[in-house]
T-cell receptor
Framework: QKEVEQDPGPLSVPEGAIVSLNCTYSNSAFQYFMWYRQYSRKGPELLMYTYSSGNKEDGRFTAQVDKSSKYISLFIRDSQPSDSATYLC???????????FGKGMKLTVNP | KAGVTQTPRYLIKTRGQQVTLSCSPISGHRSVSWYQQTPGQGLQFLFEYFSETQRNKGNFPGRFSGRQFSNSRSEMNVSTLELGDSALYLCATKRGGTDTQYFGPGTRLTVL
């Protein structure tokens, strides 16, 4: 079983739609959860960072962590064409442990 | 504050050659991690250096190696290149511990 599973998509939605991106993980020792956004031909950029279970909101983005189900989500409200990118979840046990990434979901928001 | 810098941005090599990639971290960041990104495998962790010592290592063959200098700049080397080594190589830096990582733009390596 892979440490992190993420549906690679692709996902295509109309502008203004609510987008839901998800990852599951297998190791309950993971404590830190991140979402990165990667535009074409660029390096990933950190979008959201959470530590505990629950929700964290930042503008149109909401990150949700459910440790009991080992499930993390990223919601994008009022999606815009500029949100078109690949979204990667990343998790870590913390400390000096490495980040483990999902394969990434390619999102296209159509005007 | 300047971001993570990677050089070169693009590289074309032939099988059997070797290559060295460079990463300059954000000022104050002492941890440098290297990743290989391919369409099929996604982002795969190569290794991490912290204070000039390799702290973590992924599941890659010994042809992949790295080092870190006293100014925290890091290099990775791939010897005896294979076609399958064609990928985007990314480095990511952080201050240390649980701090979040910041990625550079990557080096696109093509092996012919």
């Amino acid at each position: 079983q892979k440490e992190v599973e993420q549906d690679p998509g692709p996902l295509s939605v109309p502008e203004g739609a609510i987008v839901s991106l998800n990852c599951t993980y297998s190791n309950s020792a993971f404590q830190y959860f991140m979402w990165y956004r990667q535009y074409s031909r660029k390096g990933p950029e950190l979008l959201m960072y959470t530590y505990s279970s629950g929700n964290k909101e930042d503008g149109r983005f909401t990150a949700q962590v459910d440790k009991s189900s080992k499930y993390i989500s990223l919601f994008i409200r009022d999606s815009q064409p500029s949100d078109s990118a690949t979204y990667l979840c990343a998790i870590s046990q913390g400390g000096s442990e490495k980040l483990v990434f999902g394969k990434g979901m390619k999102l296209t928001v159509n005007p | 504050k300047a971001g993570v810098t990677q050089t070169p941005r693009y590289l074309i090599k032939t099988r059997g050659q070797q290559v060295t990639l460079s990463c300059s971290p954000i000022s104050g960041h002492r941890s440098v991690s290297w990743y290989q990104q391919t369409p099929g495998q996604g982002l795969q962790f190569l290794f991490e250096y912290f204070s000039e010592t390799q702290r973590n290592k992924g599941n890659f063959p010994g042809r992949f190696s790295g080092r870190q200098f006293s100014n925290s700049r890091s290099e990775m080397n791939v010897s005896t290149l294979e076609l399958g080594d064609s990928a985007l190589y990314l480095c990511a830096t952080k201050r240390g511990g649980t701090d979040t990582q910041y990625f550079g733009p990557g080096t696109r390596l093509t092996v012919l």
